[in-house]
Nanobody, 115 residues
Framework: QVQLVESGGGLVQAGGSLRLSCAASGSIFRINAMGWYRQAPEKGRELVAEITSGGSTRYSNSVNGRFTISRDNAKNTVYLQMNSLKPEDTAVYYC?????????WGQGTQVTVSS
């Protein structure tokens, strides 16, 4: 079975930084893309960033210029470097790995930004 384990969340002050990681175990074939979503209480799930198998990236307008997504294919790990954090970034962050057959989701990690 494929399992995605997230880490790196926590409580930081506005303007601070966090680095999220998502490590995949098990057999994953033909990865098309990896990404990060977030969901605040009573809000819908929002796509934050994604990276394709070729290494191209894209970001939501709300995080563009502040967040950076990267991956280590040898370790089956995707990262999200978050700088200049704002209180509105507070949410549970979920990683996702997309293959030609299905999507795999992490368990979520809480990010809280205080003012």
């Amino acid at each position: 079975q494929v399992q995605l384990v997230e880490s790196g969340g926590g409580l930081v002050q506005a303007g601070g930084s966090l680095r999220l990681s998502c490590a995949a175990s098990g057999s994953i074939f033909r990865i098309n893309a990896m990404g990060w979503y977030r969901q605040a209480p009573e809000k819908g799930r929002e796509l934050v960033a994604e990276i394709t198998s070729g290494g191209s990236t894209r970001y939501s307008n709300s995080v563009n210029g502040r967040f950076t997504i990267s991956r280590d294919n040898a370790k089956n790990t995707v990262y999200l470097q978050m700088n200049s954090l704002k209180p509105e970034d507070t949410a549970v962050y979920y990683c996702v790995v997309t293959t030609s057959g299905r999507n795999y989701w992490g368990q979520g990690t809480q990010v809280t930004v205080s003012s």
